[in-house]
C-alpha cells in the first residue's frame, strides 16, 4: 500500500519559515521523481518544487524560487521544503506527489500525500 505522509504544516508569521517533510513508503522511491503542489481556496493547484530522486536536479515556480529548497534524504524515502521568508499568498494546502517518470521527465502524478495547511499571517 503506498502511502505519502506530510507533516509540518502550521501557521507562522509573515517573514518566518516552516519545513515540510514527506515520508514515502510502498513503493520503489527512485523510480519516481518528487514534488510539492499546493492549492490556495478557489485556486488550482499548482506545482511549487520538483526534484528528480535519481539526480538531485531541483526546479522551482517562479513564485518560491529562492525562498524555497526541495531537498531529499534518499535512505529515509523522504522528501523536505523548507520555507523561508513566507508571505501571506504562500497559504495554502501543501501536498506531496510521486511523479512517473516518462523520456526523462517527470509526467502524471501517480500518488498523492493527504496534505498539510500552511498558514501565514500578515
Known amino acids: 500500500q503506498v502511502q505519502l505522509a506530510e507533516s509540518g504544516g502550521g501557521s507562522v508569521q509573515a517573514g518566518g519559515s516552516l519545513r515540510l517533510s514527506c515520508v514515502g513508503s510502498?513503493?520503489?522511491?527512485?523510480?519516481?521523481?518528487m514534488a510539492w503542489f499546493r492549492q490556495a481556496p478557489g485556486k488550482e493547484r499548482e506545482a511549487v518544487a520538483t526534484?528528480?530522486?535519481?539526480?538531485?536536479?531541483?526546479y522551482y515556480a517562479t513564485s518560491v524560487k529562492g525562498r524555497f529548497t526541495i531537498s531529499q534524504d534518499k535512505a529515509k524515502n523522504t522528501v523536505y521544503l523548507q520555507m523561508n521568508i513566507l508571505k501571506v499568498e504562500d497559504t495554502a494546502v501543501y501536498y506531496c506527489?510521486?511523479?512517473?517518470?516518462?523520456?526523462?521527465?517527470?509526467?502524471?502524478?501517480?500518488?498523492w500525500g493527504q496534505g498539510t495547511q500552511v498558514t501565514v499571517s500578515s
Open positions: 506527489a510521486a511523479r512517473t517518470i516518462v523520456g526523462g521527465l517527470c509526467s502524471k502524478t501517480d500518488y
Open positions: 510502498g513503493y520503489t522511491y527512485s523510480r519516481y521523481c
Open positions: 526534484i528528480y530522486t535519481s539526480t538531485g536536479v531541483t
